[in-house]
């Protein structure tokens, strides 16, 4: 996600990696409620959707309907099934402390859950969207690997000032990637499974385009985080995705993209693999300023 407002030092009570316990006992029943009101609308739309490995992490954990699960029972079941875990943390955390988590197959999920009287907004990554958006995923192999890859390479991205190029490429696969199957498109990324108006927009609206995966042309493309996608890209599976970012020594790449302009976020470039040329119909419906990163 964006670092929008990141404090720099821990506050009062967390831990030097920005920990904190989940504080499981303190839901309310009404916070437990819009877990399964959020559960209940995402549990309609996902079949036939999401990808199989979503499908399959949400019946792993059983991470069904029944309220904001305990971090703890949680853990016994992700670790036991690819090593990864769940920490709570506060909110957003500074993006060096967010990607030694990742490396250290660590997830940090907030603890706390979005308003009742505001489903469809949230401000920072609350625990419904680090936790049903994210955790199934991390119970696929090959993604589990992906994300601990991607922290590592976040470090390094750090030390060699490319942290916008691998922000990129995060919230294009991450928190927005769309999936081939044989069966068609399926939904892979956090942003969109947590959504229900994105879970579909991504899939059958006209507008936005969808295009093949290729890690330069994601690396150029700034991102809307303050509506939907103006443009999806596609990886062929998660092996690909897995295999082209850990066999690619970004750095060479990081220092060409200097020299290159980005690609303007409703533009189509001349290679890419277009499998919808959207019309862009929402994002010219609600022309206002783009907040983009
Ligand atoms: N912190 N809790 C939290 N969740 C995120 O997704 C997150 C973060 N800090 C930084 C960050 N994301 C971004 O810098 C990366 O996604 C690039
Ligand atoms: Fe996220």
């Known amino acids: ?8 030092k821990p506050p009062p009570g967390a831990a030097p990696d920005w920990t904190i316990p989940q504080g499981f006992e303190s839901y309310t029943e009404a916070e437990h409620q819009t877990w399964i009101t959020l559960y209940d609308r995402q549990a309609a739309v996902l079949p036939g959707r999401a990808c199989d490995a979503f499908l399959r992490g949400l019946d792993a954990l059983d991470l069904h309907g029944r309220g904001i699960p305990d971090f703890t029972l949680l853990n ?23 990607f030694e988590h990742l490396a250290d197959r660590r997830f940090p999920a907030g603890n706390f859950i979005r308003r009742a009287d505001e489903l469809d907004y949230i401000e920072e990554p609350d625990v419904f969207h680090d936790v049903f958006g994210h955790v199934p995923m991390l119970t696929d192999p090959v993604f589990a690997d992906y994300m601990q890859a991607y922290g590592k390479g976040g470090l390094r991205a750090l030390g060699l000032d490319a942290l916008q190029r691998l922000a990129r490429l995060y919230w294009y696969t991450v928190e927005f990637g769309l999936m081939g199957s044989a069966a068609g498109l399926r939904i892979y990324g956090a942003g969109i499974v947590s959504s229900r108006t994105e879970s579909i927009f991504a899939l059958e609206s006209e507008s936005p385009h969808r295009v093949g995966f290729d890690l ?17 890209f596609v990886v062929p599976s998660l092996e690909e995705l897995l295999l082209t970012t850990t066999s690619t020594d970004f750095a060479p790449i990081y220092q060409r993209l200097a020299g290159l302009p980005d690609i303007a976020i409703a533009a189509l470039a001349p290679d890419d693999i277009v499998l919808s040329h959207g019309t862009q119909a929402y994002a010219l419906s609600r022309a206002k300023e783009h907040v983009t990163g």
């Open 1 to 8: 996600m964006v670092a929008l407002h990141v404090m720099a």
């Open 76 to 98: 016994e079941k992700l670790e036991a099934i690819t090593g990864w875990r769940v920490v709570a943390v506060p909110g957003l955390v500074p993006d060096d402390v967010f």
């Open 216 to 232: 330069e042309r994601v690396m150029r493309t700034p991102y809307r985080i303050d509506d939907f996608q103006q443009i999806y």
